[in-house]
């Protein structure tokens, strides 16, 4: 996701929770072939990297993480 660029990934729940609709999925070897052969593959190339690098920076920054994790901590403290 930061390298942003177009992302083609395999069709499955892992990537789909994370790059959701910003980028092209294949599902075997054969859709893969499919996938880099539409002539369309490129046309949603600087919105699908603009969403991840945005994703990357409110989602999946340090400051978020940590913050969730501290959060987590003091909730589970506060609980015992």
Do not use: P, R
């Not at 390298?3 to 083609?8: A, E, H, P």
């Not at 790059?19 to 075997?28: I, K, M, P, R």
């Not at 002539?39 to 978020?64: C, G, M, Q, R, V």
Request: aromatic share 12%; glycine share 2%.
């Amino acid at each position: 996701m930061a390298s942003n660029t177009l992302i083609i990934a395999h069709n499955n729940i892992f990537n789909k929770s994370i790059l959701e609709e910003n980028a092209h999925y294949f599902d075997s070897s054969k859709g893969i072939t499919t996938v880099l052969n539409q002539d369309i593959l490129f046309e949603h190339k600087e919105t699908f990297a603009t969403a991840n690098i945005n994703k990357i920076n409110e989602i999946y920054s340090w400051e978020s993480i940590n913050s969730h994790y501290e959060n987590y901590i003091i909730n589970k403290i506060k609980s015992c």
